[in-house]
């Protein structure tokens, strides 16, 4: 690893020819990026997957310690994309502690500050939260939290957490991932909670420490018609309440729809676009075991087109004019935005996959 | 005392004089300082020398008060040190008498600040009067204004290592309330990574808790991040100029009207180092199009902490080429690899990066960018701020300028950007980052380039079509100058191998080349139909084909395509003579090509192939120019053009198969026109068929080749056999190549 660090600058072992070695390493090289990346399909046409697995109940809770789970669950988290880690080690973290608290008390008061310091007056640590990867190909998730500390307060007083974060990689595309030099740690998704000064300081230590970027990510239309059918999907097992989503009407002056439908309603209708979809299928090809718990964009279309044609029988208004900006059940909440709230960490997995998913579609190479 | 002298003490401190023993040391300068003895034993009457006797001989304690002599002996050196500076012995004479105290404090300054050196400042001499300033009494005024002269001189003094030496002892004076801005600058202009310990910095931060963060502090505090940045953080507020004030030191109009006098010039540039720190204290609204800033890297060091034997320089150190080159093998990469494209010695350095993580991470960067100000566009009306992404855009042109090769990121964002673009916004950026790509394989380049340009094109104005001719020229132009360079490089006859993988790969380029053209003349023939011909656009096509005629022999590769129909017809009909002409020399240079390349396939075993049907299409091509331009024989069977016979005559044209000569024809009309009344200025009315007979053609060739058509010139030599003189215009031959 050393060795790989210091020696960024090749000296020409000879002659000048040495480090272009030959017409075709070079037609290689000069080939570029779409052969590098291997992403010879669709480069310009990369979209979410069309079909993805039913959420499943996951016994999360044996895998992932309960206070990890405990900070994940309870907040709205603002969502960003980070471009791959450069030299991120998840054996490094108590010296990222030191270094980030470092930073934000140089930030803060504008001094500096030496790192070692003990007594900064916010305390950032990391932790790794063991047992979120998913596939082989996952880091594990990162979380972050700073604690602050009042002058005031007494020496055994509780810190406060005034800010939290994680970064994470559920099920991520194995292509991508293998695709990047093994000094890069692929953590496209960040979500933060907490004062903006504190969020941006994170995010530049994270820019000059391991070089990479944050780009502000939303969950678009499709994605959040995703998670609201897959969230329907988890009726029977767990109840979601209500299935509540906003819709923004582009007139003048603009128009917000809420729109609430009962949770056995909305598992009804589910299961009838499921049955209709599987006949269908059924009928093409007899492979019902396997096609049990994949669902298709399709069924979701369908799903969505009958709430919207029902909202029409009533209000004469037709939905497809506007944008859904926000999906909410008991199991969490998504605005388009990009901000997210994961209300019960059964079914965080599916929902964290899908996100991992928007996070890739945004890197850069 | 004598302890603290042996510290910074000369090597042959046996010599008695003080004035001597800056002749220590640097063995560079002994020869002339020999050479300088000579001279002043010749000189032992110049008051100068005495002057300077006296201030090295005189006893300590000797009166100040009414002592003409001192006066007498100062005036004289003040003389010679205000029109022609002191040599370095002198310098070295009156710093230690200044700082030894030896007649008080009271003279003291006033030697300081005569103190200009002609050439350099002996190291030894500073580190001496450092010495003195540890244990002397002097008025701490007096300590200032040395300091301030030792910064003045900085970068006259000859050597810095016994400084560096000393670097603690320096350092601890920085308690020093009123030495403390001073000290720090020049700290700042010691340090090396081994100066930066931690007690140092502690002690710095204490003295940050209690004056506050003084810019002087925090400058220096700056300099160990950037060399232990796992010791200090900090972060420095924009407005940072102006750190160390030392810019109206009292020697510095003296000091520049000496060496003017002396016609040397000694940049002192540790005076102006703050000064041109960047002021960047604009706020950006869109900060990811900014470039990073440069620093080292915090985790790398501590990594290699292990191996700290290997001396790394920061980048951020790196203040000149010279430097550079001297440290090109053991520089460190930045933290953020984005602000290597910051300037253009960065840029130097960013070429001779190798590392594939390192270029993943500026392409990271770069293509973050990118996607962020024209895909994402999160915060509306980020197109608005054009000038930011003007700006950016032009900064990275003249980037891909320098360094003769693209960016991943870059391409990657353009074949997602083609498929967004209006075509309008930031045309020629655009288009001059497209004209970068590298060579796209031939299966891809349909649904990359191919299908956003085409829809583009048949879209967009006329300019538009022009530039984006103009880009595909640069484009196929860089392709191809990457393909001779690389061909040579390599030794690599291509014409042999034919199975080797090699040839594969060649073969590869073939097809993208081959698809390029094939797509650009497409795009000329519908391009030109919509916009009747316009001749802009058929120059900006011709530029093309320019290109694309002379491949094998310009770049050595074996491909010759011809232009498609819906080109060769327009330019060859076209109204204006320069479109003509340049056809006329595309078609030359094809034949030239062209024959060159047979020859080669002649030569050797296993040629390369170059289709009949290729042969076919420029015979025919020259069998068109020749019979329209030369033998009026415009609509014969057999030619591209054909109508029926009843239709021609039904235009009234008189003598169609005439009307595309060199005399009718539209573009050279005016010409023939010319001619016929400078050949015949008596003749009333004008007869151009006369210009048909052998001697009047010949001239008017003549004539039409002085005004510059030179392609025309060429394309009539090597197709048509002439003998003017022999007889008429049935002797007119055709020589074009069969086969």
């Not at chain 2, 501590?302 to 440290?327: G, M, W, Y």
Request: proline share 4%; charged share 20%; net charge neutral.
């Amino acid at each position: 690893m050393e060795q790989k660090q210091t020696s960024v600058v090749k000296t020409p072992r000879n002659s000048d020819g040495a480090q272009r070695s030959s017409y075709r390493q070079s037609y290689r090289s000069y080939v570029g990026a779409v052969s590098r990346l291997g992403l010879t399909s669709a480069l310009t046409a990369r979209r979410l997957n069309t079909s993805r697995r039913a959420p499943r109940a996951h016994n999360i809770t044996d895998k992932v310690s309960p206070e990890h789970l405990a900070v994940l669950v309870k907040k709205e988290w603002q969502l960003s994309y980070v471009t791959p880690l450069f030299q991120f080690r998840h054996t490094q973290l108590k010296r990222y502690s030191q270094q980030l608290s470092a930073f934000i008390a140089a930030e803060r008061q504008g001094v500096a500050v030496e790192v070692e310091e003990p007594q900064h007056s916010f305390k950032a640590s990391f932790s790794v939260v063991h047992g979120m990867a998913e596939a082989e190909e996952d880091a594990e998730t990162i979380l972050i939290q700073v604690h602050s500390k009042h002058h005031f307060s007494r020496r055994d007083d509780p810190e406060k957490c005034v800010w939290s974060g994680w970064l994470a990689c559920i099920n991520g595309s194995p292509e991508y991932i293998r695709s990047l030099p093994k000094d890069f740690i692929c953590l496209p998704l960040f979500g933060s909670s907490g004062g903006d000064p504190l969020t941006s300081s994170v995010k530049s230590w994270f820019q000059q420490t391991f070089d990479c970027c944050f780009g502000s990510l939303e969950i678009n239309h499709t994605s959040l018609q995703w998670l609201g059918s897959l969230w329907t999907n988890c009726q029977p097992e767990s109840n979601i309440q209500h299935l509540k989503m906003i819709w923004a009407v582009p007139v003048v002056p603009p128009l917000q729809i809420t729109y609430t439908v009962n949770p056995q309603d909305a598992w009804e209708l589910w299961t009838c676009v499921r049955k209709d979809a599987q006949v269908e299928k059924e009928g093409e090809e007899e492979e019902e075991e396997e096609e049990e718990g994949i669902i298709d964009i399709e069924e979701v279309n369908m799903f969505m087109q009958e709430l919207k044609s029902h909202f029409y029988r009533h209000f004469k208004l037709d939905l497809s004019a506007g944008n859904l900006v926000q999906v909410s059940t008991a199991l969490g909440s998504a605005k388009t935005s990009g901000r997210i709230k994961i209300s019960n960490s059964r079914y965080m997995i599916s929902t964290l996959t899908l996100l991992t998913e928007c996070a890739l579609l945004k890197m850069p190479v | 005392m004598a302890a603290k002298l042996s510290l910074s003490g000369p090597s042959d401190s046996d010599t008695s004089s003080p004035s001597d023993q800056s002749v220590s040391g640097r063995s560079v300068n002994r020869s002339l300082r020999i050479a300088e003895k000579e001279r002043r034993k010749n000189e032992a009457e110049d008051p100068f020398v005495l002057a300077l006797k006296y201030f090295s001989d005189v006893e300590p304690g000797t009166p100040v008060n009414g002592n003409d002599q001192l006066e007498r002996n100062l005036v004289c050196v003040e003389k010679v040190a205000y029109s022609k500076g002191l040599h370095p012995e002198a310098i070295s004479i009156m710093l230690e008498f200044a700082m030894s105290l030896r007649m008080g404090s009271s003279p003291c300054v006033r030697v300081l600040k005569c103190l200009i050196p002609s050439s350099v400042v002996p190291q030894e001499a500073v580190v001496r009067a450092v010495v003195w300033l540890g244990i002397g009494k002097i008025p701490i005024s007096t300590q200032v204004l040395f300091i301030k002269w030792v910064l003045t001189v900085f970068d006259m003094i000859d050597a810095k290592d016994q400084l560096r030496a000393i670097y603690g002892f320096i350092f601890s004076f920085v308690t020093e309330e009123n030495l403390c801005p001073f000290i720090c600058h020049l700290l700042y202009l010691l340090t090396r990574k081994e100066s930066v310990r931690v007690f140092r910095v502690r002690k710095l931060l204490e003295l940050q808790s209690k004056v506050g963060r003084q810019p002087f502090l925090m400058h220096l505090l700056s300099l160990y991040k950037v060399f232990c940045p796992e010791l200090v953080t900090l972060s420095i507020p924009s407005p940072m100029k102006n750190a160390f004030r030392n810019h109206n030191s009292p020697w510095k109009s003296a000091l520049l009207a000496v060496q003017k006098r002396n016609g040397s010039q000694v940049s002192s540039s540790s005076l102006s180092l703050t000064a041109k720190d960047k002021t960047n204290s604009r706020k950006r609204k869109h900060c990811h199009l900014e470039v990073p800033a440069l620093n080292s890297a915090v985790n790398k060091q501590a990594q290699t902490d292990s191996c700290s034997s290997r001396k790394v320089v920061p980048l951020v150190q790196i203040h000149s080429f010279a430097q550079l080159l001297e440290n090109m093998h053991r520089i460190e990469l930045p933290a953020q690899m984005g602000s290597l494209l910051g300037s253009s010695l960065t840029l130097q350095f960013l070429d001779c990066v190798q590392d594939e993580s390192a270029l993943l991470r500026l392409n990271s960067w770069l293509g973050y960018a990118l996607h962020e100000e024209f895909l994402f566009c999160n915060d509306a009306g980020s197109f608005q701020n054009s000038e930011e992404a003007l700006q950016f855009l032009e900064k990275l042109l003249s980037t891909l300028h320098f360094r003769q090769e693209g960016f991943s990121s870059i391409e990657v964002f353009l074949y997602k950007f083609l498929n967004a673009w209006d075509g309008s916004l930031l045309r020629p950026q655009i288009l001059g980052l497209m004209s970068n790509i590298p060579v796209v394989t031939s299966s891809q380049i349909g649904q990359f380039l191919f299908e956003p340009l085409m829809q583009l094109f048949f879209t967009s104005s006329l300019f538009f079509k022009c530039g984006l001719m103009e880009c595909l020229n640069n484009m196929l132009l860089k392709w191809l100058t990457w393909h001779s360079v690389y061909a040579l490089e390599d030794d690599l006859d291509i014409s042999l191998n034919s199975h080797t993988s090699i040839n594969i790969t060649l073969s590869g380029f073939k097809d993208s080349v081959m698809e390029l053209v094939h797509f650009v003349g497409r795009l000329a023939t519908v391009g030109l139909q919509l916009e009747g011909c316009h001749s802009l656009l058929l120059s900006f096509i011709l530029d093309f084909y320019e290109t694309v005629c002379d491949m094998f022999l310009k770049y050595g590769l074996p491909l010759v395509v011809m232009p498609p129909p819906g080109v060769f017809y327009p330019a060859l009909f076209a109204a204006d003579p320069v479109s003509v002409d340049r056809l006329a020399y595309i078609m030359y240079r094809y034949k030239v090509n062209l024959t060159s390349a047979k020859r080669q396939e002649k030569l050797k075993e296993q040629a390369f192939h170059i289709s009949r049907q290729t042969f076919h299409e420029f015979n025919h091509y020259v069998v068109v120019m020749v019979n329209c331009l030369w033998n009026s024989k415009m609509f014969h069977q057999g030619m591209g053009v054909q109508l029926g016979e009843e239709v021609l005559l039904k235009s009234n044209v008189p003598q169609y198969s005439n009307s595309f000569d060199l005399i009718h024809h539209p573009a050279f009309l005016s010409y023939a026109v010319d001619f016929h009344q400078k050949c015949w200025p008596g003749r009333k009315d004008m007869d151009l068929n006369s210009i048909k007979h052998s001697k009047p053609w010949r001239w008017y060739l003549e004539y039409l080749f002085t005004q510059g058509y030179d392609g025309l010139k060429q394309f009539v030599q090597s197709n048509i056999s002439w003998q003017p003189i022999a007889g008429d215009g049935g002797s007119d031959d055709l020589a074009t190549q069969q086969r």
